[in-house]
């Protein structure tokens, strides 16, 4: 079972940065997608962006331009840099692997990911 463990969460003011790190552990298969997802109380869990097999990444409109998505060579981490942060921005972040097939395209949903980790808060003051 993959393990997934997010860290580098906090409080920043508007216009800040975060990076969030996701730590992956216990699988040396392949991931078919790799993905940063958000939710806040209260409100459906959204997708912040997606790296597919190809290392094709793809972003939500919301973050488009201020946010990067990484990984490091061994796909043991995975990685979100956060700039210019707004107040909407608020949530709990949390990073998921899909080791199943699936076609690219479908990495934007986040019902085929089958390994998620505990999330890490963000919380940005405007």
């Known amino acids: 079972q993959v393990q997934l463990v997010e860290s580098g969460g906090g409080s920043v003011q508007a216009e800040g940065s975060l990076r969030l790190s996701c730590a992956i552990s216990r699988y040396t298969g392949s991931f078919y997608c790799m993905g940063w997802f958000r939710q806040e109380p209260g409100k459906e869990r959204e997708v912040v962006g997606v790296?597919?097999?190809?290392?094709?990444?793809r972003y939500a409109d919301s973050v488009k331009g201020r946010f990067t998505i990484s990984q490091d060579n061994a796909k043991k981490a995975l990685y979100l840099q956060m700039d210019s942060l707004k107040a909407e921005d608020t949530a709990k972040y949390y990073c998921?692997?899909?080791?199943?097939?699936?076609?690219?395209?479908?990495?934007?949903?986040?019902?085929?990911?089958?390994?998620w980790g505990q999330g890490t808060q963000v919380t940005v003051s405007s």
């Open positions: 790296v597919d097999s190809y290392g094709i990444t």
């Open positions: 998921a692997v899909r080791t199943s097939y699936g076609e690219p395209r479908t990495c934007w949903e986040s019902s085929g990911y089958n390994s």
